[in-house]
């Protein structure tokens, strides 16, 4: 048996006839012109675009508009307090009654230092 040569890109391992390899043949797939492409990805966008937003992305969009208004050094405390928070969520441990603790540590106040 002859091996079969097959011009397009084939993902096929050539396997074994008696003592020569062959490929298998491949299918030619046909090229979708660019008219096809560029329709579908117009209504893909469309579609997107006339999707509402689930309270999700919204309360989302409200945290990010928040967000852009802080400093560098608070959006990385805050981004640890809201990362920190969703972790205990999804481990069931958040009730009614947690809340943010917040300490304020100054070198001056701090008593133990130097004694």
């Not at 990805?41 to 006339?50: D, E, H, M, R, T």
């Not at 508009?65 to 205990?88: G, H, N, S």
């Not at 100054?106 to 133990?112: I, L, N, P, Q």
Request: include cysteine.
């Amino acid at each position: 048996m002859k091996d079969v040569i097959c011009k397009n890109v084939c993902f096929f391992p050539p396997f074994q006839v008696g003592s020569t390899f062959a490929q298998p043949p491949c299918k030619k797939t046909k090229k979708p012109s660019a008219s096809v492409s560029a329709e579908h990805i117009i209504s893909v966008a469309a579609s997107y675009l006339q999707k509402e937003d689930d309270e999700f992305l919204i309360m989302a969009k409200g945290y990010a508009a928040k967000m852009r208004k802080l400093t560098p050094d608070q959006l990385i405390f805050a981004d640890r307090v809201i990362t920190e928070t969703l972790v205990e969520a999804q481990m069931g441990k958040l009730t009614r009654w947690t809340s943010l603790s917040t300490f304020s540590y100054d070198e001056r106040d701090d008593t133990s230092i130097n004694n």
